[in-house]
């Protein structure tokens, strides 16, 4: 498998089912790779774009593989988010590890 889509209308239909506010996108990468192409940069930003007019923020996505993370939050690709949800999530990704 090269490749699947994600269609921002069922995340956003689920985030608005769960009356959410703000959003984190999460993502496998089974080769391994954790850079992201630039179909999930182009994804991330139509995503970001579509919760903007929703009013639901997108805090971070995240690619996950078995070698670790990506974090477009750390790498500053998405601006925002808190250092509570910054230490969560780094928590619970180091713990997942384990």
Not at 3 to 22: E, Y
Not at 77 to 86: A, P
């Amino acid at each position: 498998m090269t490749g699947t889509l994600a269609d921002p209308k069922l995340i956003f239909s689920t985030a608005l089912k769960a009356c959410a506010s703000v959003i984190i996108l999460f993502q496998n990468h089974p080769s391994g790779n954790l850079k992201p192409s630039q179909a999930d940069i182009a994804l991330n930003q139509k995503i970001i774009k579509a919760g903007s007019l929703l009013d639901i923020a997108v805090l971070d996505h995240i690619i996950i593989t078995s070698e670790g993370y990506f974090s477009f939050q750390d790498e500053g690709i998405i601006q925002g988010g808190n250092s509570f949800y910054k230490w969560q999530s780094s928590f619970l990704l180091s713990a997942s590890k384990f």
